[in-house]
T-cell receptor, first 112, second 114 residues
Framework: DQQVKQNSPSLSVQEGRISILNCDYT??????FLWYKKYPAEGPTFLIS?????DKNEDGRFTVFLNKSAKHLSLHIVPSQPGDSAVYFC???????????FGKGTTLSVSS | EAQVTQNPRYLITVTGKKLTVTCSQN?????MSWYRQDPGLGLRQIYY???????DKGDVPEGYKVSRKEKRNFPLILESPSPNQTSLYFC?????????????FGEGSRLTVL
């Protein structure tokens, strides 16, 4: 049973436009969410996070929105740049704090 | 530079030939973990360690062993590799004794078992 779902395997956006990556979760006990970015031949790197007590967290061009009632979060990138082309993973810590549970990832392609 | 270092980065081996993927972190982190990434499946946890001498299974531990004899090192051992263990492996660490925040990942080890 997949607890963190990223239903869009890929997204293509033009440079300068907004990229919106979506993530849904099934476990209402999740209280913290993270986004990771992964380039080919590199490990995932932390991008941004949000606690369940907030509905928005912003860091430069990146904003994460959390809708707890819908069990949905989204990552907005504005404006998108070609260097943002990567795989983006949504993740949440399990309740025991022993693992991050990852979605399957969304591949973002930003064209110039 | 703070980092998680894995070796080898790339390896092709044959079924049944024991191998070890090493992982070392220089950040004095308590928590370490191994994940594998497969197409269409995302990242799945193999084993984790909350601190020295304490390890436990993750979601996909079959065919793997680990040890945590010192804080900085967390090797992943494949006693008898099989083709279904062909994957991209990541070691990760976290400052606390649990995963409540950011995980720091190594660059990955791509393993092919023929």
């Amino acid at each position: 049973d997949q607890q963190v779902k990223q239903n869009s395997p890929s997204l293509s956006v033009q440079e300068g436009r907004i990229s919106i990556l979506n993530c849904d979760y099934t476990n209402s006990m999740f209280d913290y969410f993270l986004w990771y970015k992964k380039y080919p031949a590199e490990g995932p790197t932390f991008l941004i996070s949000i606690s369940s007590i907030k509905d928005k967290n912003e860091d430069g061009r990146f904003t994460v929105f959390l809708n707890k009632s819908a069990k949905h979060l989204s990552l907005h990138i504005v404006p998108s740049q070609p260097g943002d082309s990567a795989v983006y993973f949504c993740a949440a810590p399990n309740q025991a704090g022993t693992a991050l549970i990852f979605g399957k990832g969304t591949t973002l392609s930003v064209s110039s | 530079e703070a980092q998680v270092t894995q070796n080898p980065r790339y390896l092709i081996t044959v079924t049944g030939k024991k191998l070890t993927v090493t992982c070392s972190q220089n950040m004095n982190h308590e928590y370490m973990s191994w994940y594998r990434q497969d197409p269409g499946l995302g990242l799945r946890q193999i084993y984790y360690s909350m601190n020295v001498e304490v390890t436990d299974k993750g979601d996909v531990p079959e065919g793997y062993k680990v040890s945590r004899k010192e804080k900085r090192n967390f090797p992943l051992i494949l006693e008898s590799p099989s083709p279904n263990q062909t994957s991209l492996y990541f070691c990760a660490s976290s400052p606390g004794g649990s995963v409540r925040g950011e995980l720091f990942f190594g660059e990955g080890s791509r393993l092919t078992v023929l």
